[in-house]
């Protein structure tokens, strides 16, 4: 009796790990049913062209997921182009199924990060500095420039990374900074950085 409840308990635990990633493929590529022709077009995506073109008014995301991009399935690899006007704000958000590994072309982004243990770090990347968000941890992006956009590139561990946002109205809804403090397992001050970023931008 004991052996099949270890074995039960094993596999509930491992159960939700195995849906929370890519599944593996058994070769090279997948392609869709409804595609009947593979060529180079196949995996090659457009939807970047022109982005360039005009800064945007507020925090953009152009991605290319399986969705937009069917040559991701399988592939365990989201790519996005975030565009941050100045003082601008990409709010707390996670991806659960994901790491996301940002490179800044140009301009500064004060990135932050708060780990299981509660601590807080945070950067000010300068055009050329990577970093990583390890999968599942709460994290945001600010561009607190003045004048200058900045412009990133952001890759995912995963062809369908989805993020889950912390609402802002959480930030502003008169919960108390010790409360918000306790749900997020931070301190205060870090609630207060986040408040600011957000009446800020």
Known sequence: MMMIMFVLVLALGTSKRVLASDPDILSDYMVPQNV????????????????????????????????????LNGQSVTYAVLQFPPRTLLPPHTRPDAAGLLFLLDGSLEVGLIDSKNNLYTKKLQAGDMFVFPKGLIHYQYNSHHQTPATAI?????????????????????????????SFKTDVDTIKKIKA???TS
């Not at 982005?51 to 997921?65: M, N």
């Open 154 to 182: 952001a890759a995912f561990g995963s062809a369908s990374a989805r993020a889950v946002v912390v609402p802002s109205s959480v930030f502003t809804s008169g919960i108390g900074d010790v409360i918000l403090a306790k």
């Open 36 to 71: 009947t022709n593979v060529d180079a077009a196949y995996f090659t995506y457009t939807g970047f062209r022109g982005i360039f073109d005009r800064t945007p008014e507020t925090v953009k995301t152009t991605k290319a997921s399986m969705v937009e991009f069917p040559a």
């Open 197 to 199: 970023g957000l009446t």
